[in-house]
């Protein structure tokens, strides 16, 4: 038989505690809402927060590794800008040799294409050694090859430079002709030189491509890192949102079974009338 007194109100003290365990449980499930996440600190979950903690670090670090591949790309594109403008030019000097090789041609005719050749010569020069991005150049002899991050643990991905000047496609800066037979003679230089170039800058495309394929791997790895520290972290709103009606009920309910055990009491009143 439970005790008349009003010194204890048991009944009270139960369901004050079950309405403070609802007050807390809708605190947490209020929290989850308003940070759309289920561990927001590592008193949510210290295991979990500091697994998630390390992948997000992961994964805003690929950032870095993102910036320096792109910046990869960009140079070998300036490189291949430059080399499409140097086959050209190299194709433009073919033909002002075949036409000087002709022996018909006067005086101020061949001078004319003399003077054509070597300012063409020249622009070669000035190409390969303004192809040049952030500094750095894959279209010069000033390196061997660049690097450029690859992953987190600081690996590289290695482009190995094409010296597009006109000692890297095997002439020299002095390259030109004095005589039409001369010229004729330098129409197998310029054709090897042509072959030289084409094939430096098939080195480069592929170079690029597989920077392209690498930027894309990260970006995937990227996001797949993102989206598991999501599953790790990130509340599910629905299921939140139908727990918060819930307790908000429950907590109404305990406030009063509060009220109901704390006039419990007075009935010991009407014993002294």
């Known amino acids: 038989m439970p005790l008349n007194s009003i010194n204890t109100n048991a009944g009270a003290l139960i369901a004050l505690q079950n309405l403070n365990t609802t007050n807390s449980e809708l605190g947490v499930v209020q929290q989850r809402i308003n940070t759309g996440k289920k561990v927001g600190t590592a008193k949510d979950n210290g295991a979990i927060w500091a697994m998630a903690k390390n992948q997000s670090a992961t994964a805003s670090s690929l950032n870095s590794v993102k910036d320096s591949l792109q910046r990869g790309q960009s140079t070998i594109d300036v490189a291949l800008a430059a080399g499409d403008a140097i086959t050209d030019l190299l194709g433009k000097m073919k033909e002002k040799v075949l036409a000087a090789s002709d022996t018909s ?15 063409l010569r020249d622009q070669i020069t000035k190409a390969a050694t303004n192809a040049k991005f952030n ?139």
């Open 105 to 119: 041609l006067n005086t101020a005719s061949f001078n004319a294409l003399q003077a054509d050749f070597v300012s």
């Open 135 to 273: 500094g750095a150049s894959v279209a010069d002899s000033t390196t061997q090859k660049l690097s450029f991050l690859a992953n987190t643990d600081g690996s590289q991905f290695t482009v190995n430079v094409q010296d597009l000047t006109l000692t890297g496609l095997g002439l020299s800066g002095t390259f030109t002709f004095t005589t039409a037979a001369d010229a004729k003679t330098k129409l197998a230089d310029l054709d090897k030189a042509i072959g030289t170039a084409t094939n430096k800058l098939a080195a480069l495309g592929t170079s690029s491509t597989g920077l392209d394929t690498h930027l894309t791997f990260v970006g995937k790895l990227q996001d797949s890192l993102e989206a598991g520290v999501g599953n790790l972290v990130d509340a599910d709103l629905a299921k939140e949102s139908a727990k918060l009606q819930s307790l908000q009920t429950k907590q109404q309910l305990g406030v009063q079974a509060l009220s109901i055990a704390n006039q419990s009491t007075s009935s010991i009143l009407s014993l002294f009338r």
